[in-house]
Antibody
Framework: QVQLVQSGAEVKKPGASVRVSCKGS????????IHWVRQATGQGLEWMGW????????GFAQKFQGRVTMTRDTSINTAYMELSSLRSEDTAMYYC?????????WGQGTLVIVSS | DIVMTQTPLSSPVTLGQPASISCRSS???????????LSWLQQRPGQPPRLLIY???NRFSGVPDRFSGSGAGTDFTLKISRVEAEDVGVYYC?????????FGQGTKLEIK
């Protein structure tokens, strides 16, 4: 069955960058966009952006423009989300999800903690 | 950006009784292709969200028929006909008509 498996939890200092990976399996990786959503502890869901794994085209919420990069390695069916200039407000669970979005194809989440 | 506003933010419900959550968007969610990309998701503690309803009224695969969606334009409703213990969680409406996609604040459903 379709699975998205994300990388493990990260602890970063303010100002650093973090890269989260999302490996897809049991489907044609380049045929479906990948979306990224984050959720601060106890808070709601926030859509960050999307990437087309075939073309590499991306689109981001204005809030993250200039700080987020979404890339992929099609040889290993993996998408990446990198967030730079981290601040404490970026502490959250980060989810990848496959298109059509939304549906039930979500990664398990990656907790990113930003702390000095 | 389209703002999604849910009410109530908390809903204590007795088992077996109905529950209803409203969602209002700051502008029409009718896409140029004629579809309205309004979805409802459920999130249980410690889990990713789960899709319940898409395009206002369509139940996703495996979703019990006690869940139903209705509405049009800017006003939408999720109804649970008879709440069961497994329905406890946070419910979000979400629009995918226009980038950036946006979610409501979430409604916490709990059992009285």
């Amino acid at each position: 069955q379709v699975q998205l498996v994300q990388s493990g939890a990260e602890v970063k200092k303010p100002g650093a960058s973090v890269r989260v990976s999302c490996k897809g399996s049991a489907y044609t990786f380049t045929s479906y966009d990948i979306h990224w959503v984050r959720q601060a502890t106890g808070q709601g869901l926030e859509w960050m952006g999307w990437m087309n794994p075939y073309s590499g085209n991306t689109g981001f919420a204005q809030k993250f423009q200039g700080r987020v990069t979404m890339t992929r390695d099609t040889s290993i069916n993996t998408a990446y989300m990198e967030l730079s200039s981290l601040r404490s407000e970026d502490t959250a669970m980060y989810y990848c999800a496959r298109a059509p979005f939304p549906n039930d194809y979500w990664g398990q989440g990656t907790l990113v903690i930003v702390s000095s | 950006d389209i703002v999604m506003t849910q009410t109530p933010l908390s809903s204590p419900v007795t088992l077996g009784q109905p529950a209803s959550i409203s969602c209002r968007s700051s502008q029409s969610l009718v896409h140029s292709d004629g579809n309205t990309y309004l979805s409802w998701l459920q999130q249980r503690p410690g889990q990713p969200p789960r899709l319940l309803i898409y395009k206002i009224t369509n139940r996703f695969s495996g979703v019990p028929d006690r869940f139903s969606g209705s509405g049009a334009g800017t006003d939408f409703t999720l109804k649970i006909s008879r709440v069961e213990a497994e329905d406890v969680g946070v419910y979000y409406c979400m629009q995918a008509t226009q980038f950036p996609y946006t979610f409501g604040q979430g409604t916490k459903l709990e059992i009285k």
